[in-house]
């Protein structure tokens, strides 16, 4: 009887451990990113057929089906581009020009990614700060909280431009207004999380921090802010998605020339679509990286901490 060594043993086994791990996390998301690339290409087609009809085919002289869906995938500014025409875009804008030229896509995500991040610092610094305060006194708890919630029922588009106009009758613009923006987004995410994460821990456990005569601060470096990690993370991707969408949303009221924002701007001035959604599909991209890379930061501290 042939016999297999403990070590190759084991190798077998986490090869097919990492195979079947690989298979469960990635085959959902090929399988969905499929089904979404068809359904684009099925939606292009419905949408850009009559457009193709009265622009590019001769309907007196007939066309076949074939010839109507070749025209709906190349048309020069369809109402909704077809994937491989935001690809092209994509590869054009990130190898035809200087990753300084405005015409590169890299470009514009620097800006807006400078301007995410820092909202999101200042929101997050802001909703540790609020959610703290709020947990400590009952009289802020009543007295914040109720405003903080209902900040959150004005439309971005609507305070934008008055925050706009107001920092920068003040001296401030470039990225100090959008990041503004950005964190009045991310904070409240960070606040309601972090208050609920903060008033986690069991009566028994505050009860024993207590009788060990702790401070009030001892009580929350020690008990309150571990329990509050597993509400805060979750908070901070959504925090960090929200700022993204202030940011760009901070670039269309000023016209400005650098940025995602922008970039959608000037696609719909012109009536390039194919530039508007090559600017979205890069947004999304971006707000992937930045929710993945806290989801990142998010491991690391649980696995430190022994939670993972």
């Known amino acids: 009887m042939k016999c297999v060594k403990p070590w190759r043993t084991a190798t077998m086994a986490e090869s097919r451990t990492w195979s079947q791990r690989a298979v469960h996390d ?31 085919l001769d309907e007196e002289a007939g066309y076949t089906q074939l010839e109507l869906f070749e025209a709906t995938m190349t048309m ?16 054009e804008s990130l190898t035809e020009w200087p990753v300084d030229s405005p015409r590169n896509l890299i470009y514009h995500v620097l800006v807006t990614g400078q301007s995410t991040l820092l909202g999101f610092v200042m929101g997050t610094a802001l909703g540790l ?16 909280l109720p405003w903080i919630v209902a900040s959150q029922t004005v439309p971005v588009l609507a305070i934008a431009p008055i925050v706009l106009v107001v920092l920068g009758s003040l001296g401030f613009s470039g990225t100090a207004p959008k990041a503004f923006i950005a964190m009045y987004l991310c904070f409240f995410p960070v606040t309601v999380a972090m208050v609920q994460g903060l008033r986690s ?12 005569a702790a401070s009030r601060w001892q009580s929350l470096w020690l008990l309150r802010l571990p329990a509050a990690l597993p509400f805060l993370f979750p908070a901070l991707r959504v925090g960090v998605a929200a700022g993204l969408v ?20 000037t696609g719909s001035y012109y009536g390039q679509t194919v530039q508007i959604w090559s600017a979205l599909v890069m947004s999304a991209l971006l707000g992937l990286a930045l929710t993945g890379a806290v989801a990142g930061v998010e491991r690391l501290v649980l696995r430190s901490r022994g939670g993972v």
């Open 26 to 56: 990635w085959l959902p998301v090929a399988v969905v990113l499929l089904s979404v690339v068809i359904a684009w290409y099925v939606a292009a087609w419905a949408l850009n057929a009559p457009g193709a009809i009265e622009r590019v």
């Open 76 to 91: 020069e500014r369809p109402l909704m581009p077809a994937p491989h025409q935001v690809a092209m875009d994509f590869y």
């Open 129 to 144: 700060l609020l959610s703290v305060l709020i947990v400590h006194s009952r009289t802020l708890d009543k007295a914040l």
């Open 201 to 212: 821990p069991q009566k028994i456990e505050t009860e024993m921090m207590h009788t060990y």
């Open 246 to 265: 202030g940011a760009m949303v901070a670039e269309l009221p000023t016209g400005a020339q650098a940025g995602l924002g922008a970039r959608l701007l």
